[in-house]
């Protein structure tokens, strides 16, 4: 059983920049496939970015394409999300997510995961 604790979130201007990082315990770190997701109120949850088991290897949604930087440490069993140039519309709950052995492209796509953090709280303001 993987378990996975996201930093706290936090509230930014526009413009601005934040950093999530992620730490997971209870499995082999470099097993998995990571990602981050984000629900924003009364929407669906959507795919940010996903990174490979050795970083070799990352995916992000359009929207987020040049923003945004996920990056992971094996021998920390972290993975983090690096974001600037924030706009109001990346305000959401931000969830780090985790995959056995499934490559990182397939993991944007696919809408369940093996393990999920509790989420974090981004707000960005006008």
């Known amino acids: 059983q993987v378990q996975l604790l996201e930093s706290a979130g936090g509230w930014v201007q526009a413009g601005g920049s934040l950093r999530l990082s992620c730490e997971a315990s209870?499995?082999?770190?470099?097993?998995?496939?990571m990602g981050w997701f984000r629900q924003a109120p009364g929407k669906e949850r959507e795919f940010v970015a996903t990174?490979?088991?050795?970083?070799?290897?990352?995916y992000y949604a359009d929207s987020v394409k040049g923003r945004f930087t996920i990056s992971r440490d094996n021998a920390k069993n972290t993975v983090a999300l690096q974001m600037n140039s924030l706009k109001p519309e990346d305000t959401a709950v931000y969830y780090c997510?985790?995959?056995?052995?499934?490559?990182?492209?397939?993991?944007?796509?696919?809408?369940?995961?093996?393990?999920w953090g509790q989420g974090t709280q981004v707000t960005v303001s006008s």
């Open positions: 997510a985790a995959d056995y052995l499934l490559a990182a492209q397939a993991m944007s796509v696919e809408a369940d995961h093996d393990y």
């Open positions: 209870g499995g082999t770190f470099s097993d998995y496939t």
């Open positions: 990174i490979s088991w050795n970083g070799g290897s990352q």
